[in-house]
Structure formats: C-alpha cells, structure tokens
C-alpha cells in the first residue's frame, strides 16, 4: 500500500501543479481583458455622464469655449457661453491668465433649459469619445485657427468635454456639426453678435 501510494504520489502532484497553473492563467486572463460582465459594467460606468448630461437638475450646465489664434498675450481671445436652469452668462477675455473684458449674465428658467439641452442633443453636442492624457491636451492646438471645446458640468465639476479646431491637423474628438452648436450657444444671448465682433475670433458665425 505504501509502495503504491508512493509511485501516485507524483502524479497527483503533477495534476496539482497543472490546476494551479491554469487557475493562475485565468486569473491574470481575467484582471488583462476583464469579464463579458465586467466590461459591459465598466462600459456603463464610462457612459454613464452621457446619458445623464440631459437630465433637467439645478446643479447641472453646459458649456461652450471658444479660443482665439495663439499669438501676442496682449492680443489672445477668448470667451465662454455656459448655460443652466438658473442663468445663462456670456464671458469674453483677453490674454493667456483669462483677465475678463466683459461678462452678460441673465436669468434662465428649467423649461428654457430643456428645451436647449435637447436641442444640443439633437445637434449631436456629446458624439464623439473624450480623448486622453496627450490627446486630451490642448496646449498649442491649432495655433493658427480657432479651438471649439463643448463641455458638461455637474456641480461646477466637468463631467465631459469634447473638442474640435478649424485646422485640418486637429479635428480633436467633437463629431458634430461645430457651427451649429456654436450658434445655439450662442443664441441663448440676445444681442450676442456685438460683444462677440468686438474679440475678432467668432471665425464658425463668419462663414
């Protein structure tokens, strides 16, 4: 009995081996490509901001920013459309430190709202996937031309941007109609076109 338990005894110790083995390639199998579950939650958890950026809360807006060629600190422009259910504020700025020229802010109501953050949707504002690290870095983009960057916030604290520029090299991760958003925003201030003019940069209205 001894003798025989003495010639399995390998055996059993090989087969032990080989079932670590695989279970140690499954689990690093699993912690590189993740489950069918995993993915399909970690993919929720990605998506999730947009789906939820049309929801009609009060701690939610959205956000244009429109950045002028990169030249001269003293002659650099830029400015921003940000629009929630309580005001809708126009800010123009000069220079790389953002020193505000003016600022136009007004009351919005939750309906009015609505019906603009459908309407963004309709145009398409979140298509496209948010860029990152080196990608997502907008330092210098487009230096020449103008940078178009479309965000949405929840609690001041952004939850997703997308952006696009007039030159060819940058088309960035926007995948919308970029003047058309452009004038939506932009339409949520009446008597925009002046204050806009003044900056010299509103390139998208020009054409």
């Excluded at 060629?69 to 220079?95: C, D, M």
């Excluded at 919005?108 to 459908?118: C, G, K, L, T, V």
């Amino acid at each position: 009995m001894k003798d025989k338990i003495i010639r399995i005894a390998p055996i059993l110790l090989i087969i032990a081996i080989a079932i670590l083995a695989i279970a140690t390639l499954v689990t690093i199998g699993q912690s590189f490509f993740g489950t069918d579950e995993q993915k399909v939650e970690e993919k929720s958890k990605v998506e999730e901001p947009v789906e939820d950026w049309k929801t009609n809360e009060p701690n939610r807006s959205v956000k244009m920013t429109v950045r002028g060629p990169i030249v001269a600190n003293e002659n650099f422009r830029s400015y921003t459309v940000e629009v929630s259910q309580s005001k809708r504020v126009l800010t123009t700025y000069k220079g790389y430190l953002g020193e505000v020229i003016k600022q136009v802010s007004l009351p919005n109501s939750p309906d009015a709202y609505d019906q603009f953050i459908h309407a963004l949707d309709k145009a398409n504002m979140m298509k496209g996937q948010s860029f990152s690290g080196k990608e997502d870095d907008l330092l210098g983009v487009c230096a020449t031309g103008h940078l178009y960057d479309f965000s949405v916030l929840k609690n001041d604290t952004l939850e997703k941007h997308l952006w696009t520029s007039t030159c060819r090299g940058s088309v960035g991760s926007l995948k919308a109609n970029t003047q058309q958003l452009q004038n939506l925003f932009i339409s949520q201030i009446p008597d925009h076109q002046k204050v806009v003019k003044d900056l010299g940069i509103d390139e998208l209205s020009r054409r």
